[in-house]
């Protein structure tokens, strides 16, 4: 980026309050931000929250039925002049019923300096390469300097997306292994990224292999207000790092129960989460949060032989960090339209 401010750089470009960028999911991922950036960008947000440096309350949530949800989120970093809201929705059954992705997210950037908005996009890319991103993060100061074996449980377009970034979690990566209820979606994942990624990807026999042979073991499947775990707890074993992108869903709260450490983003947003009831079972309250081990706060894995559960459940924040840099990009390059208010 510019060593100018941003709301500076902007203003080269757009009549703040009376135009505005317009940006489709295909612009920005057309921009090809730097998975460098990206790391650099999510990481610092991480920290930041955690220190206080930044405003975001925790996610407001409407449900039209047990599998869908809305979800409003709010966000403001001063030290990155980013501020705006990010709008969300999770509608699980949208694929059989209507042949339409999940999810779709939209983010409504303002200007820092007038409040005006100078930028409304699609916040569906940013969203699934920043949160594969966070997990590698995770997974740097969380998982056995050792870990070989990467297990990816849920092979859509965000649980793909960590096969792009996994060798800069796990430099001592030596096999990947995918799982999804679907057969077909194991065999396109490795179709498609067989030549891409640098070790062998492994179609997993079952659920219960993928568990029991796994280091670092993410999970990014659906989740509800209605979550029905499917991993047993004694398929768990001692050392692992597991990172989930769907609120742990899938594992029984015995696990993180157990878990010698269990991490959040965001520990004002987790209790939020547990009072709308989106996790099964009693759980227990989390240990720190991500950023303060990254901020050297709190200590991270201390011993091999540690069970740790990260559960980064996404925060304005992490995309807050990003925007400024693709509507910096957007605006150099001539991508995007610009409309009038």
Not at 7 to 31: F, M
Not at 223 to 250: A, C, M, N, R, Y
Not at 316 to 324: K, M
């Amino acid at each position: 980026m510019s060593e100018k401010r941003f709301s500076e750089k902007v203003r080269e470009y757009l009549n703040v309050g009376h135009e505005i960028l317009y940006l489709t999911k295909e612009d920005v991922k057309g921009l090809n931000i730097p998975k460098a950036v990206l790391y650099e960008q999510v990481e610092k947000a991480l920290s930041m929250y955690s220190l206080g440096e930044t405003q975001m309350p925790a996610k407001s949530h409407v449900f039209p039925d047990t599998q869908s949800v809305y979800i409003g989120m709010p966000a403001l970093i001063s030290g990155m002049e980013s501020t705006g809201f990010k709008w969300v929705s999770a509608y699980n059954n949208n694929i059989k019923d209507y042949g339409l992705p999940s999810l779709s997210a939209m983010l409504l950037v303002s200007d820092y300096q007038c409040g005006w908005p100078i930028a409304f996009m699609d916040g569906v890319h940013i969203m699934e390469t920043r949160t594969p991103a966070i997990a590698m993060v995770a997974a740097r100061y969380l998982a056995r300097k050792d870990s070989e074996v990467f297990g990816m449980i849920g092979l859509g377009r965000e649980g793909r997306n960590h096969f792009d970034v996994v060798k800069d979690g796990m430099p001592n990566l030596k096999k990947i292994l995918v799982w999804d209820v679907s057969e077909a979606a194991m065999d396109r994942a490795i179709a498609d990224y067989a030549d891409k990624v640098p070790v062998p990807m492994v179609k997993a026999k079952s659920l219960e292999e993928i568990v029991r042979s796994s280091d670092v073991l993410a999970s990014a499947t659906f989740f509800s207000t209605d979550p029905k775990p499917t991993i047993k707890d004694e398929w768990v074993p001692k050392g692992q790092t597991i990172i989930v992108t769907d609120l742990h869903s899938q594992f029984h709260p015995d696990t993180i129960n157990r878990a010698d450490l269990y991490v959040v983003d965001s520990m004002e947003q987790q209790k939020h989460l547990v009072e709308e009831g989106y996790f099964y079972g009693e759980i227990p309250v989390p240990h720190c949060e991500l950023g303060h081990i990254i901020a050297g706060q709190h200590a991270g894995r201390t011993s091999d032989d540690q069970i740790i559960v990260a559960n980064p459940s996404g925060m304005a924040v992490d995309d807050f960090a990003v925007t400024p840099i693709a509507i910096e990009m957007a605006l150099e390059k001539g991508v995007g339209k610009i409309l009038p208010l």
